[in-house]
Nanobody, 117 residues
Framework: QVQLVESGGGLVQAGGSLRLSCAAS????????MGWYRQAPGKQRELVAS???????NYADSVKGRFTISRDNAKNTMYLQMNSLKPEDTAVYTC???????????WGQGTQVTVSS
């Protein structure tokens, strides 16, 4: 069973930055891809950014140019650098990975990001 542990969330003023980390219990090279999702109160969960095993990235339009997803295979960790944060970025951010031919999903517990205006 893959375990994912997020860290790095917190309270920041608008325009500030945060870096989220997602540490995996196994080699992330065994994963098909990894991603960050977020869910704000009263809203559906949305994909923020993803990165494949080959390093290909994808971003939601709302975060393009402000967020950067990356991975450190040696540390089995994925990151989300968030710059120029806005109040609408406030949400619980959750790490996700998919593995195998069936693309089985694994989820972290989430970390709260709050951006004050």
């Amino acid at each position: 069973q893959v375990q994912l542990v997020e860290s790095g969330g917190g309270l920041v003023q608008a325009g500030g930055s945060l870096r989220l980390s997602c540490a995996a219990s196994e080699s992330i090279l065994t994963f098909n891809d990894m991603g960050w999702y977020r869910q704000a109160p009263g809203k559906q969960r949305e994909l923020v950014a993803s990165i494949t095993n080959g390093g290909r990235t994808n971003y939601a339009d709302s975060v393009k140019g402000r967020f950067t997803i990356s991975r450190d295979n040696a540390k089995n960790t994925m990151y989300l650098q968030m710059n120029s944060l806005k109040p609408e970025d406030t949400a619980v951010y959750t790490c996700n990975t998919r593995r195998g031919q069936l693309y089985i999903n694994y989820w972290g517990q989430g970390t709260q990001v709050t951006v004050s205006s």
